[in-house]
């Protein structure tokens, strides 16, 4: 390849903005990476991190051969081998294993490194092989699923605004998320929003940048959300400004949530949620008289005991006020469902029905059943809960740890076997954005790194190595996109291959729900039979989170401990890129001066923060961004590049939210102390 072009593509990171870039390549070097200024979303941007990607793909630390473990599990010493013998020896032990204990001896532990289609976890890549094994089923559920189970008991669906009509807002509440941080692109929006007049507001635990920039900023408990949400509806009704007809025509339920409601006054939801009672009135008396009100909340909001109720009574919040009459009304967690990609992982491949394995609850799983794990884009040992007994679990000398990967992260130390794993730059993928409404294509610019082989083809190889027949393990990657796009209409292959991005099937500006409901009676439902019959309560409410229950009357542990999303690494990827943990400054803990004085902490000291579960090592920032009882530790450090070898995840507790097993990340106890 000689000369300059410009290629094509997509971030694949866990993040909603999934922004179209545009990498130029000279002589067949990848030598600039920019957001793609055509794209209506992207605008020319990207974040401080993906900045730093096409460095991040040539650093020094990159795995770029097979590697087979030669120390002491967790020791990190590996030797270098080939191809032939990396799939011959797993080929052999997978044989074995299906053998000797059966297919669902095997976890393909797959997590959110990259959120392609035919790369990642969008397309369950590698299930199609998994499946014809026998292997168990993985429930990815550690992002967002409780909140997604709970609209759909309200809505039928996760989706809702398009998060482009922001701009037509007059109201814009920034619920439990960080803009600026996770997800930044919307802020074009918001900013447009406000140059016609809007009202800003962040609710959150921590005053953030965005909070910083909101125009009014309301510093809720953690885990009180769906009674902030009561509150406000309570003030709603006092004012007379309920939408009638909306309630009467659009949704079911209404008498029983109203009765909900007025169970919560602004003086009771005060005391809940450490609000001035004065500040909930006053905005829900906006709320009551500003049309349209748009809500943003992601996925933060709903990482507690409660979260899954906490985002079903937010999103009864329009059904009241009559939002989703409107362009900019509404609410926003994810567009997912709209991408109607037809993903295909062929479970009728199954030889018979296997269990399922849940992704947050790895320690407990991780038992003397599973005989092989399969890591692929994920990091659990840095980014899941209870990381010790995870640590400990994944030390069996019995157990084949196979993992995919890029870099040498802490899960990479516990692997038998190592494979180099492509990045984004290096093969083709599809996307759908979960933060707006377009379909993405990522051309590779370079050929791959070392001997680093794609998702797809490493297991292409690995079918044939075994001697598989199945055909379908053998699809190319421009096949699987031909039938992923199948289910999209008016969208084709070659089309996005020389576009690079095109809208999905909705109107512009796009409004929710304007033919109806999809839940099962085509309403906004404030009551849900379904959640009754799977023994939640029939009316959305508020369900407190663990630490809400239990804040104040534990004196061993009485600090509610956060994990909130770093401006410098995104989940773990780039917590080895130099350049980004200088900015981060080390891992840190935020506590309020009225915690940190009893303690003797002094800014910039290292503190062990602990609970019963584990402990973590950080340096204290003495800071009014949290209130008075809650600590903030952002999330994103690898364990053995941080002090004590250990990050946050070694104190959140393995326990379930209310809905779809949801991860508590936002919701454990702890205490501190200094070093």
Same mark, same amino acid.
């Given at each position: 390849m000689t000369g300059e072009l410009r290629v094509l593509g997509a971030c694949p990171l866990d993040c909603p903005d999934t922004c179209s870039w545009e990498v130029t390549?000279? *002589? @067949?070097? =990848?030598?600039?990476?920019?957001?793609?200024?055509?794209?209506?979303?992207?605008?020319?941007a990207l974040c401080v991190k993906v900045n730093r990607y096409l460095e991040h793909t040539r650093a020094a630390d990159r795995i770029l051969h097979p590697l087979k473990r030669v120390g002491p599990k967790g020791s990190g010493r590996f030797e270098r081998i080939s191809w032939d013998e990396a799939l011959s020896t797993i080929s052999d032990r997978l044989t074995e294993i299906v053998r000797e204990h059966g297919g669902e001896a095997i976890w393909p532990y797959q997590g959110t490194g990259t959120l392609g289609y035919i790369q990642g976890e969008s397309g369950e890549a590698g299930r199609r092989f998994w499946n014809a094994l026998g292997a168990s089923r993985h429930d990815l559920n550690i992002c967002s699923r409780a909140g997604n189970d709970g609209l759909r008991y309200t809505n039928g669906t996760p989706g809702g605004m398009d998060p482009e009509t922001f701009a037509l807002s007059r109201l814009i509440l920034l619920w439990g998320t960080n803009t600026l941080t996770s997800g930044h692109h919307l802020w074009k929006f918001i900013q447009d929003a406000r140059a016609a007049g809007a009202h800003v507001v962040a609710i959150d635990p921590i005053r953030t940048r965005t909070a910083d920039q909101a125009d009014e900023y309301l510093p809720i408990r953690p885990g009180t959300d769906a009674a902030l949400a009561l509150g406000l509806l309570h003030v709603v009704l006092e004012e007379g400004a309920e939408d009638r007809d909306y309630l009467e025509n659009h949704t079911h339920g209404w008498d029983e949530f109203k009765a909900e409601i007025l169970k919560y006054p602004p003086s009771r939801v005060a005391g809940i949620t450490g609000l001035p009672e004065a500040d909930i009135r006053a905005l829900g008396v906006r709320l009551a008289h500003t049309r349209p009100t748009g809500i943003r909340a992601t996925m933060g909001i709903q990482r507690h005991e409660g979260g899954g109720s906490a985002m079903r009574t937010i999103a009864c919040i329009p059904g009241v006020t009559g939002d989703w009459r409107h362009p900019g009304g509404g609410v926003a967690y994810s567009t997912s469902a709209y991408a109607t990609l037809a993903v295909n992982a062929r479970y009728d491949l199954l030889p018979k029905p296997v269990r399922t394995l849940t992704m947050t609850r790895l320690a407990d799983g991780l038992d003397e059943s599973v005989k092989c794990l399969w890591v692929y884009a994920a990091?659990?040992? @840095?980014?899941?809960? *209870?990381?010790? +007994?995870?640590?400990? =679990?994944?030390?069996?000398? *019995?157990?084949?740890?196979v993992v995919m990967e890029q870099f040498p992260t802490d899960t990479v130390d516990y692997a038998d076997i190592v494979l180099p794993a492509t990045m984004q730059t290096e093969h083709i993928d599809l996307h759908a954005g979960y933060g707006h409404m377009y379909l993405m294509w990522?051309?590779? =610019?370079?050929?791959? =790194?070392?001997?680093s082989l794609s998702t797809t083809e490493t297991f292409r190889r690995l079918a044939r190595q075994m001697g598989m027949t199945e055909p379908s393990l053998y699809d190319s990657d421009l096949e699987l996109a031909e039938q992923l796009l199948a289910g999209t209409p008016g969208i084709t292959l070659d089309r996005l291959r020389k576009e690079g991005w095109a809208r999905l099937d909705a109107p512009d500006p796009f409004v929710p729900f304007t033919d109806g409901f999809p839940t099962p009676s085509g309403r906004l439902e404030f009551v849900s039979e379904r959640a009754e019959a799977a023994g939640l309560p029939r009316v959305a409410g508020y369900v407190p989170s663990f630490t809400a229950r239990t804040a104040g009357a534990s004196r061993e542990y009485p600090l509610t401990m956060i994990t909130p999303a770093s401006h410098t690494f995104l989940n773990t990827t780039f917590g080895n890129n130099p350049e980004l943990l200088r900015r981060s400054k080390g891992p840190k803990v935020l506590v309020n001066a009225a915690d940190a004085a009893p303690r003797g902490l002094a800014d910039g000291q290292l503190a062990r923060v602990f609970n019963g579960n584990g402990e973590f090592r950080a340096y204290v920032e003495i800071s *009014?961004?949290? +209130?008075?009882?809650?600590?903030?530790a952002p999330k994103g450090h690898w364990p053995k590049l941080s002090p004590g070898g250990a990050n946050p995840n070694a104190a959140v507790e393995e326990r379930d939210a209310d809905m779809g097993k949801g991860a508590v990340y936002h919701d454990n106890l702890v205490e501190i102390a200094a070093i």
């Open positions: 390549v000279k *002589d @067949g070097e =990848a030598v600039g990476l920019r957001g793609n200024k055509d794209h209506p979303y992207t605008r020319g990091n659990p040992l @840095g980014s899941t809960s *209870d990381q010790n +007994r995870i640590r400990e =679990a994944m030390s069996r000398e *019995d157990l084949f740890t990522n051309e590779p =610019a370079v050929e791959p =790194a070392g001997e *009014d961004r949290v +209130r008075p009882g809650v600590v903030a």
